[in-house]
């Protein structure tokens, strides 16, 4: 079965300073997909960033990017120029074949002003 | 926009009794999956659909069922509610590239 490891259970970070969240990940398929979701306070699940196993490039979405080593199975965030609205729990998520979605158990962001 | 609405945002049952968690999206999306959501755990998925009638069991699917007779209603059932059943649960959908939308979540107490 495949298993979404995230380590950091809470992270702290400067406003507008950079931050890195890990996620490793384990399986053996070949073809799948990597995600990033922030849950805030209010409990909605925001999608973030798109990782595909075969891209060669990391992907960017603004000021969110992924560190994508696919020989050590982790697709780190990185979340640059921290803002106060980043505060929230961040989800690592993958999905395989029949496009099931597994997630990882989150990491608790705070961003400190 | 894409919208995935779940039936009830808070919802408040008794032990033992049948439950039923309903989910409809509107965006045609083959998929649709359930998950239970508890601080420390993440997401853990219950079950998915990724076509009418078909399902799958994810991770914790003992004292659930699904029912999925039409492509945009995917509906989690317990059968008989017990406390360990209190959480929030999240309903999502998403095409066949993937990228999941979620329902607001219910929020399930078992009493």
């Known amino acids: 079965a495949q298993k979404i490891t995230q380590t950091q259970p809470g992270m702290f970070v400067q406003e507008k300073e950079a931050v890195t969240l890990d996620c490793t990940y384990d399986t053996s398929d070949q073809s799948y997909g990597l995600f990033w979701y922030k849950q805030p306070s209010s409990g909605e699940m925001i999608f973030l960033i798109y990782q595909g196993s075969y891209d060669e490039q990391n992907a960017t979405e603004g000021r969110y990017s992924l560190n994508f080593q696919k020989a050590r199975k982790s697709t780190n965030l990185v979340i640059s120029a921290s803002q106060l609205g980043d505060s929230a729990m961040y989800f690592c998520a993958m999905t395989r074949r029949r496009n099931d979605m597994r997630f990882g158990a989150g990491t608790r962001l705070t961003v400190k002003p | 926009d894409v919208k995935v609405t779940q039936s009830s945002r808070y919802l408040v049952k008794r032990t033992g009794e049948k439950v039923f968690l309903e989910c409809v999206q509107d965006?045609?999306?083959?998929?649709m999956f359930w998950y239970r959501q508890d601080p420390g755990l993440g997401l853990r998925l219950i079950y998915f659909?990724?076509?009418?009638?078909?399902?799958e069991k994810g991770d914790i699917p003992e004292g659930y069922s699904v029912s999925r007779e039409k492509k945009e209603r995917f509906s989690l059932i317990l059968e008989s509610a017990s406390t360990n059943q209190t959480s929030m649960y999240l309903c999502?959908?998403?095409?066949?590239?993937?990228?999941?939308?979620f329902g607001q979540g219910t929020r399930l107490t078992v009493v």
């Open positions: 965006m045609d999306h083959e998929n």
């Open positions: 999502a959908s998403s095409p066949r590239v993937p990228r999941a939308f």
């Open positions: 659909s990724y076509d009418v009638k078909m399902k």
